[in-house]
Nanobody
Framework: QVQLVESGGGLVQAGGSLRVSCAAS????????MAWFRQAPGKGREFVAA????????YYADFVKGRFAISRDNAKNTLYLEMNSLKPEDTAAYYC?????????????????WGQGTQVTVSS
């Protein structure tokens, strides 16, 4: 069983930066891939970024390429999402997901474990 706790969300002005974190429980943190998804009010959950267990492979949604960076610290059992050049349309609840070992990293159904979400609000 894996438990995920996100932190670091908040209110930021357009063009600003924010880093959200996801602390994971368990001793096999580096054995599975993780991802960030987001969900804006009235919209479905969408893929943002993913990373494999070693941190050597990363995947991004087209709309965040060049602005967001996903990383992980396996010694601290923590996943990060560094968000730069934020836009009002990035406003959403950001969810950490974990548990993928193979398959489609962009598909939410590939992840058995989810955090409770952290709110990111970008003002114009």
């Amino acid at each position: 069983q894996v438990q995920l706790v996100e932190s670091g969300g908040g209110l930021v002005q357009a063009g600003g930066s924010l880093r959200v974190s996801c602390a994971a429980s368990g001793r096999t943190f580096n054995s599975y891939g993780m991802a960030w998804f987001r969900q804006a009010p009235g919209k479905g959950r969408e893929f943002v970024a993913a990373i494999d267990g070693s941190g050597g492979m990363t995947y991004y949604a087209d709309f965040v390429k060049g602005r967001f960076a996903i990383s992980r610290d396996n010694a601290k059992n923590t996943l990060y999402l560094e968000m730069n050049s934020l836009k009002p349309e990035d406003t959403a609840a950001y969810y950490c997901a974990a548990g993928i070992r193979s398959g489609n990293y962009r598909n939410s159904g590939s992840y058995p474990y989810w955090g409770q979400g952290t709110q990111v609000t970008v003002s114009s």
